[in-house]
């Protein structure tokens, strides 16, 4: 994960934290007093009041570091990029996210196959760069790339299937 997303994370989970906990600690009063009688002891409001925020950022943190590896979220992607090619079971083994210049932005994506080399996947892609010229090949690799004008991406997808990987790229410009 880049040095600076962690940077920025830290610095509004801490303001995130300030203000949730003393918001919470006036709701959990307004509530002990108005609602509950007064039946809630101080401690209890306090650990309520720190352990919620404490959560939440918790949750937020493991979303921020786990959502890049979700096999899930990067099959809606190659489905709306090449429809006409489905991968076979992987693992993204490796996540990386670095500004090209400006506000320019490349995450790179390495997945690998789960079972290895895929015979099938390269007949169905050789089949493909000779119906569609968008797919190029060369040597034992398959290059897909695609840009979408309106919201200024362009996105690649890199298909080895002899050795069993593949390589995903967005550029955002």
């Known amino acids: 994960m880049n040095f600076f997303v962690l940077l920025f994370f830290a610095y509004y989970a801490v303001i995130f934290l300030i203000v949730a906990i003393l918001f919470l600690l006036i709701?959990?009063?307004a509530i002990n007093r108005w609602l509950l009688k007064r039946k809630l002891k101080l401690k209890y409001?306090?650990?309520?009041?720190?352990?919620?925020?404490?959560v939440l950022v918790g949750l937020a943190f493991l979303d921020l570091y786990y959502a890049p590896y979700s096999t899930s979220d990067m099959n809606k992607r190659l489905s709306n990029l090449v429809p006409e090619i489905k991968l076979p079971p992987y693992k993204i083994t490796e996540y990386s996210s670095i500004y090209v210049g400006g506000d320019d932005l490349k995450d790179t994506y390495q997945i690998v196959f789960k079972n290895g080399k895929d015979e099938i996947l390269k007949s169905k892609l050789d089949s493909l760069v000779r119906i569609n010229s968008k797919w190029k090949k060369s040597g034992n690799e398959y290059a897909y790339d695609t840009i979408f004008w309106e919201d200024e991406v362009v996105d690649s997808i890199i298909v080895r299937p002899l050795e069993g990987t593949a390589t995903f790229i967005k550029y955002k410009w």
Do not use: Q, T
């Open 27 to 29: 709701v959990l009063w």
């Open 45 to 54: 409001r306090m650990l309520l009041s720190i352990g919620i925020p404490i």
